[in-house]
C-alpha cells in the first residue's frame, strides 16, 4: 500500500478551480446589507458626570437558534415550536417557491439556524443540507429573498495503490480507496479490463485521486485524475481532462479515449458458458453448429444493455434466437441480443439507444436450454469475436489540443510512474503461507 499527498502537485494542478461560486434564486438582485448598529452616545469629557441626556436604550440583541432536525419533524412544526408563525412560514414558501421542495423535505439530523430580532420574529434562516450546500433566506423590505450557498471544499491529491492478490474490492480496500472509488476505477477501464472475470493475482494499480476537504475535515473523496491498472502483463493508464466544450473524460497518454464506441459485454457480472465458436457441437440440435456469438448465464430478468450507440433495427420473434433485438451502430457495426425474457417499455423498432441503454431483459426465448443472453458482434455482416474484437475508440483529444492537454497531464503521468516501483516491490514479495 502507497499512500501520500502531493501538496506540490496540488498546487499545479488546482490552480485552475473557481472560488466559491453561488447560485440565486432571488427574485431581487441583492441581500440588502445589515444595518450597522447604532453609535452609543459618548460620555461628555469634561464632567466626569452621568450625562444629561439618557443614554439609548440597548438595541436587543439578535439571537441565534440552531436547531437539528429530529425524524419525522416538518418545517410548520419546528416554526411552531419557537413560535415563527405561520405567516412567516408562508411567505418564504411562496417568496421562494424554487426552493419550495427542498424546504418541506427536511432530512434528519441535518441543522436548521434561525436568526431571530429581538422581538422574536424571523430575519434569516439557514438550511445547512451538507458540509458544502446551505440554503440561506433572508428578510427584506419586500418578503424572504433564498441563495444556495454553495462552499467549494479544498483538495488535495492523494496516490494510492496495491496488488491485486484477492479481488479488486479487497486489495482496493486495503490501499485505501473507498467503494465509490473503486467503483469508478472499474468504469474508467471498463472497456479495456473485464473486472467481473480477467483479473489476475499480480495485477497492479495506482491511482491518483481527490480528497475533499471543508475547514480541514475530510468530507469524501473526489474525482480519479489519475490511474493506472496492469491486467496480464498489459499497461493501461488514463488521464482525466476537460475539453473547452466542457466535456470531461478519461484519455491515454496519447489522447485516445478510454471509452470505446463498444461495451466488451452486454451484461455485468455473469459468467461465460459459451464462447465464439465455428465449429461447436450445438447443444440442442445435436450437430456441428458454428457459435457465432458469447453466451452469457444469467437469471431471468437479468438487464441487457446495449454495448454502443445505434439504433434498434429489429426487435421480434425469430426462430431459434427467440425474442431478439437487433442493433445497427452505422459504419457496418451490427449488435444481436437474443432468447430475451422481454424488451424494455423505453424503447421500439427504429428507437435510437445509447450505450449502457437497458433493451430488454434476460430470458430462454427460443432455441435455449437455460436463461442466457446470446450475443453477437457484426462487422459488415462478417460474425466476430464478441470479446476479443478490437474497438473502436470514440472522440479522441482533438490534435490542435493535444499538446496543451500533453502538457496538463505531464505531472500526473509522472506521479503514476513515481507510484509503480512501490507496487511492483509488494509484488515481489512472497506471498505469506496459508
Ligand atoms: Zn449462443
Do not use: C
Not at 418578503?143 to 496495491?162: H, K, N, W
Not at 441487457?304 to 442493433?327: C, E, M, S
Not at 457495426?333 to 439507444?353: E, I, M, P, Q
Amino acid at each position: 500500500m502507497k499512500k501520500m499527498i502531493l501538496s506540490g502537485l496540488t498546487m499545479v494542478l488546482l490552480g485552475g478551480l473557481g472560488a466559491a461560486s453561488s447560485s440565486n434564486y432571488s427574485t431581487q438582485a441583492d441581500i440588502p446589507a445589515i444595518q450597522p448598529p447604532p453609535k452609543p452616545a459618548t460620555l461628555s469629557p469634561t464632567t466626569g458626570t452621568l450625562p444629561a441626556a439618557p443614554a439609548p436604550l440597548p438595541k436587543a440583541a439578535d439571537l441565534w437558534i440552531e436547531h437539528q432536525i429530529q425524524k419525522g419533524e416538518s418545517l410548520a412544526g419546528i416554526f411552531s415550536k419557537y413560535n415563527l408563525g405561520t405567516t412567516t412560514l408562508h411567505s418564504i414558501l411562496e417568496d421562494n417557491a424554487p426552493l419550495y421542495k427542498q424546504l418541506t423535505r427536511l432530512y434528519p439530523g441535518k441543522t436548521l439556524k434561525f436568526k431571530l430580532d429581538g422581538h422574536g420574529k424571523l430575519q434569516s434562516l439557514v438550511y445547512q443540507q451538507s458540509k458544502t450546500d446551505a440554503i440561506a433566506i433572508t428578510k427584506t423590505t419586500s418578503g424572504f429573498t433564498s441563495q444556495l450557498v454553495t462552499r467549494q471544499p479544498e483538495r488535495e491529491l492523494q496516490l494510492a495503490g496495491g496488488v491485486i492478490q484477492q479481488s479488486l474490492y479487497l486489495d482496493g480496500k486495503t490501499a485505501g480507496l473507498s467503494d465509490k472509488l473503486i467503483m469508478k476505477l472499474t468504469e474508467i477501464f471498463g472497456w479495456d479490463i473485464d473486472f467481473a472475470r480477467g483479473l489476475r493475482p499480480g495485477d497492479r494499480f495506482t491511482v491518483l485521486y481527490e480528497k475533499l476537504y471543508i475547514d480541514d475535515q475530510p468530507i469524501g473523496d473526489g474525482a480519479i485524475v489519475a490511474a493506472e491498472f496492469i491486467n496480464g502483463g498489459q499497461v493501461y493508464r488514463a488521464l482525466r481532462y476537460t475539453l473547452p466544450d466542457g466535456h470531461t473524460g478519461y484519455f491515454t497518454p496519447d489522447g485516445e479515449s478510454l471509452r470505446k464506441a463498444f461495451l466488451r459485454t452486454p451484461v455485468k457480472s455473469a459468467r461465460i458458458t459459451s464462447r465464439f465458436n465455428l465449429k461447436r457441437r450445438h447443444p440442442v440440435l445435436h450437430r456441428i453448429r458454428a457459435h457465432k456469438g458469447v453466451d452469457y448465464a444469467a437469471p431471468i430478468g437479468t438487464p441487457v444493455r446495449a454495448t454502443g450507440d445505434g439504433r434498434i433495427i429489429f426487435r421480434g420473434h425469430k426462430g431459434g434466437y427467440g425474442r431478439v433485438i437487433v442493433l445497427d451502430h452505422g459504419q457496418g457495426y451490427t449488435t444481436l441480443y437474443a432468447h430475451l425474457s422481454r424488451f424494455s417499455k423505453k424503447f421500439k423498432t427504429g428507437s435510437s439507444v445509447q450505450q449502457g441503454d437497458v433493451i430488454g431483459f434476460v430470458g430462454q426465448s427460443g432455441l435455449a436450454t437455460g436463461p442466457h443472453l446470446h450475443y453477437e458482434f457484426r462487422i459488415h455482416g462478417r460474425h466476430r469475436d464478441p470479446l476479443t474484437v478490437p474497438l473502436p475508440g470514440s472522440h479522441p483529444i482533438p490534435l490542435p489540443l493535444l499538446a496543451g492537454f500533453r502538457q496538463q497531464t505531464e505531472p500526473l503521468l509522472a506521479a503514476l510512474e513515481q507510484a509503480r516501483p512501490v507496487a511492483v516491490a509488494k509484488a515481489e514479495t512472497p506471498p505469506a503461507p496459508r
